[in-house]
């Protein structure tokens, strides 16, 4: 009797957070990404530089490729890879295979072919290892609160609510190495040399003298350039 009524409890629970699946939160994602393509889209920046576009996009399609390969789950996604030549935002990835770049990120940074690769794979990374929904169930477990508001709002909360980013914090640094990491071995797998896409990180650490570069959601520049080095060394000497 108290199995059933629970089991009734749950089903009346549902749009609630508390059953999370991986299904739900790309819908969200996918909700959330067409906002931005549609705001980019009034204020002409989606797409608008077409070099840009056609060397992200020459770039990145045999990533997803080889993503859809190596993680057969993303293989009936509906990958998409937008960009824009202004915006906040470096580069994301959101659950789903929605991705977005920003020119003048790349710009900044100088990044060369194998670099702009290695940071394309680090957002694949982001969205194959299932990072959002991760997160999303790491909140509910530190504030079980979450599991009975809904999702739309948890949704809104990891990007806003700084209680909450400050707790979660740690995990995200642990998908950052994590995205670091098999984002590398997948650029490498594509063909890229290892020690080329490591040298996105060298990038990075000589960009991060400037003020509040990036040091709040991501591991030190100079830890990840040391961890990619030796993690491409470790490739290279094992052979492709
Ligand atoms: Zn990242």
Redesign the pocket.
């Known amino acids: 009797m108290h199995r059933f009524l629970f089991g009734l409890l749950l089903l009346l629970s549902a749009g609630a957070a508390s059953a999370l699946s991986h299904a739900e939160v790309m819908a969200g994602a996918e909700r959330q990404y067409r906002g931005y393509l549609r705001e980019l889209q009034a204020q002409h920046q989606l797409d608008s530089d077409p070099v840009f576009h056609e060397r992200v996009q020459r770039i990145v399609k045999p990533l997803i490729a080889q993503a859809m390969h190596d993680y057969p789950e993303s293989a009936g996604w509906q990958w998409e890879v937008h960009t824009t030549p202004e915006g906040d935002d470096n580069a994301?990835a959101m659950a789903g295979g929605k991705l977005l770049v920003s020119r003048a990120y790349v710009d900044k940074l100088l990044l060369g072919d194998a670099e702009l690769a290695m940071l394309l794979a680090?957002?694949i990374a982001?969205a194959v290892l299932r990072h959002n929904l991760l997160e999303y169930e790491e909140a509910m477990r530190l504030e079980p609160a979450w599991r009975e508001r809904p999702f739309a709002e948890l949704e809104d909360a990891v990007d806003n609510d700084s209680a909450l980013m400050r707790k979660l914090a740690p995990l995200g640094l642990k998908?950052?190495a994590e995205?670091?990491r098999e984002g590398l071995k997948l650029a490498w797998r594509v063909g890229w040399p290892g020690a080329a896409l490591a040298r996105y990180y060298l990038k990075l650490v000589r960009a991060s003298h400037a003020p509040n570069f990036e040091q709040h959601?991501?591991p030190a520049p100079s830890q990840r350039w040391k961890a990619a080095q030796e993690l491409a060394g470790i490739l290279e000497a094992a052979g492709r």
């Open positions: 994301y680090h957002e982001h998908q950052e995205a670091d959601v991501h």
